[in-house]
C-alpha cells in the first residue's frame, strides 16, 4: 500500500484547506483510511477517519464541526476539507490506513502512512 498526501500550505487564521491521499497497491474495500497530525515537539495525534466500505466517519474532539474526511471511492484518494482553520492546527499532517473497518484512533494500530504534508496557520 502507497499512500501520497498533499495540499498542505499556509493560511490565515479562519481560512480554510484540503488535504487529498491517494492510496494504490491493493483494493481498500476493508480498510479504514485515517488523518493524523504531529506538531513541533509534540506526538502523533489522531484527526479523523472514514471506512472506505461505506463513509462512515469518525473525527477528534479537536476537529469536530470543522474538519470534514471524506472518499472519493473511483479516484482511491481520501480528502480532509479544513474549515475555520487555528494556529493551534498547524502540524504535519500523515495520512494512515489499516486493513480493519473498525475505528481506532491509535497509530500504533495503522499499518501504512504516507509523507506528511506541513499546514501553517498563521494569526
Known amino acids: 500500500v502507497q499512500l501520497q498526501a498533499s495540499g498542505g500550505g499556509l493560511v490565515q487564521a479562519g481560512g480554510s484547506l484540503r488535504l487529498s491521499c491517494v492510496a494504490s497497491?491493493?483494493?481498500?474495500?476493508?480498510?479504514?483510511m485515517a488523518w493524523f497530525r504531529q506538531a513541533p515537539g509534540k506526538v502523533r495525534e489522531f484527526v479523523a477517519a472514514?471506512?472506505?466500505?461505506?463513509?462512515?466517519?469518525h473525527y477528534a474532539d479537536s476537529v469536530l464541526g470543522r474538519f470534514t474526511i471524506s472518499r472519493d471511492n473511483a479516484e482511491n484518494t481520501v480528502f480532509l476539507q479544513m474549515n475555520s482553520l487555528k494556529p493551534e492546527d498547524t502540524a504535519v499532517y500523515y495520512c494512515?490506513?489499516?486493513?480493519?473497518?473498525?475505528?481506532?484512533?491509535?497509530?500504533?494500530?495503522?499499518?501504512?502512512w504516507g509523507r506528511g504534508t506541513l499546514v501553517t496557520v498563521s494569526s
Open positions: 472514514v471506512r472506505w466500505d461505506d463513509g462512515r466517519t
Open positions: 494512515a490506513a489499516r486493513r480493519a473497518t473498525v475505528f481506532n484512533t491509535h497509530r500504533s494500530q495503522y499499518n501504512f
Open positions: 497497491g491493493r483494493p481498500f474495500n476493508y480498510y479504514t
